[in-house]
């Protein structure tokens, strides 16, 4: 792997995210990406988009040489915090399925709005690929 997870030994450990991560090689920067496929059609609900926003940053990732194991960062953007802690246990296993059990360093933020109307989540990243 060409990142490590980085973690003050006195802090809690997170669940489902790393607080930091380090590593060299080729940086690959993600810009948001949100849950509609090539076609421009929404994948319905709010897991359904980030199921969908997920997969489509690792085809934008793919086409650089990486998968999900390169990620070393991650911003969440939502427009209803609510849903999103609502949809915890559906979220993890959904994230699971598509990203393994790589946990990136990540930040959640909730925003009134995303330019599609349509849009519940979108997510941006940085990758490391090995040279």
Same mark, same amino acid.
Request: glycine share 12%; net charge negative; no cysteine.
């Given at each position: $792997?060409?990142?490590?997870?980085?973690?003050?030994?006195?802090?809690?450990?997170?669940?489902?995210?790393?607080?930091?991560?380090? !590593?060299?090689?080729?940086? #690959?920067?993600?810009? !948001?990406? +949100?849950?509609?496929?090539? /076609?421009?059609? @929404?994948?319905?609900? @709010? +897991?359904?988009? #980030?199921?969908?926003?997920?997969?489509?940053?690792?085809?934008?990732?793919?086409?650089?040489?990486?998968?999900?194991?390169? +990620?070393?960062?991650?911003?969440?953007? *939502?427009?209803? $915090?609510?849903?999103?802690?609502?949809?915890?246990?559906?979220?993890?296993? #959904?994230?699971?399925? *598509?990203?393994?059990?790589? @946990?990136?360093?990540?930040?959640?933020?909730? *925003? *009134?709005?995303?330019?599609?109307?349509?849009?519940?989540? /979108?997510?941006?990243?940085?990758?490391?690929?090995?040279?």
């Amino acid at each position: $792997m060409s990142l490590e997870s980085l973690q003050p030994p006195s802090w809690p450990q997170p669940k489902g995210y790393a607080n930091g991560m380090a !590593g060299r090689g080729k940086t #690959v920067l993600l810009g !948001g990406q +949100i849950g509609w496929d090539a /076609e421009g059609r @929404f994948a319905g609900a @709010f +897991i359904g988009q #980030v199921e969908q926003a997920l997969r489509n940053i690792l085809a934008v990732l793919a086409e650089a040489g990486g998968g999900p194991e390169h +990620i070393g960062r991650m911003t969440w953007y *939502v427009t209803d $915090m609510a849903e999103y802690r609502d949809s915890l246990r559906a979220l993890g296993l #959904v994230y699971r399925a *598509v990203m393994g059990r790589h @946990f990136p360093a990540m930040t959640l933020v909730q *925003v *009134v709005a995303l330019v599609e109307p349509e849009a519940r989540v /979108e997510i941006e990243a940085t990758a490391l690929i090995p040279e």
